[in-house]
């Protein structure tokens, strides 16, 4: 038996900091050795395991290991709670939350405010339907602007919940964007989009995609990249 596995107790969780945090084990059909991983909100860790690992060796893997995920969960950004008066960031820009019971429910974004109204209580469940439906309109647009560059009829374009990639692109030729980018700036975002409508003529990384990638996307590419490995899991701050 695996010294480590001799020493560590098999528990479904982890000790990270001053957190306990459940490991959640997933197992893959095509995974040929196991993946550790810290959820993006470090509400929980990770593993997907083949179909015929052993559990207990999984978690302690986990275990083994816990001062690296101690040291990645400590990165992440505290989780914020929207209240009257407090702040959200929308499209790169800080909104302040304005609230009046009598307003309307429905949220209106004014200058650099958000006003809503309705029971405090659900604010953050009105807002975040808001910015899905905000982030859908955006993903659209910049789907089509980036088809018409490629020369590529327009696609279905999907919101995305995922908590670690920000876009995707099926074989049915349909675009998945991560509905939380509308949290950041624009040229992020659409990065996020052209990526994917590369995709659709490119599916890999290959010099063929990075050309073309280059060629439809007006900013950056380097620049948007580091924004969201700098600033990425901020994203998640919000929203549970």
């Not at 998945?176 to 040229?187: G, Y």
Request: with cysteine.
């Amino acid at each position: 038996m695996i010294d480590w596995l001799k020493r560590v107790p098999i528990e479904p969780e982890i000790e990270l900091g001053d957190t306990i945090v459940p490991i959640v084990l997933r197992r893959h059909r095509t995974a040929k050795r196991l993946t550790l991983r810290l959820a993006p909100d470090g509400s929980e860790v990770r593993i997907t395991l083949p179909r015929w690992a052993n559990a207990n060796e999984a978690i302690a893997f986990a275990h083994a290991r816990s001062d690296w995920l101690a040291r990645q969960h400590s990165k992440i950004p505290e989780r914020k709670s929207l209240y009257p008066g407090g702040d959200l960031t929308i499209r790169g820009r800080p909104v302040v939350l304005a609230w009046e019971e009598s307003a309307p429910r429905r949220p209106v974004l004014e200058d650099s405010q958000l006003r809503v109204g309705g029971p405090a209580h659900s604010i953050e469940g009105r807002i975040r339907r808001w910015l899905e439906r905000e982030a859908l309109a955006l993903f659209e647009r910049d789907t089509e602007h980036y088809c018409r560059t490629a020369q590529l009829d327009p696609v279905p374009v999907a919101l995305s919940r995922a908590q670690r990639r920000w876009g995707s692109c099926s074989d049915q030729r349909r675009i998945r964007i991560n509905w939380r980018l509308v949290q950041a700036p624009d040229f992020v975002r659409r990065s996020v989009v052209a990526h994917e409508v590369t995709h659709l003529v490119h599916f890999d990384h290959s010099p063929a995609f990075h050309a073309l990638l280059g060629k439809i996307y007006e900013g950056d590419i380097a620049k948007a990249d580091q924004w969201l490995k700098q600033n990425g899991r901020t994203l998640y701050a919000s929203f549970g």
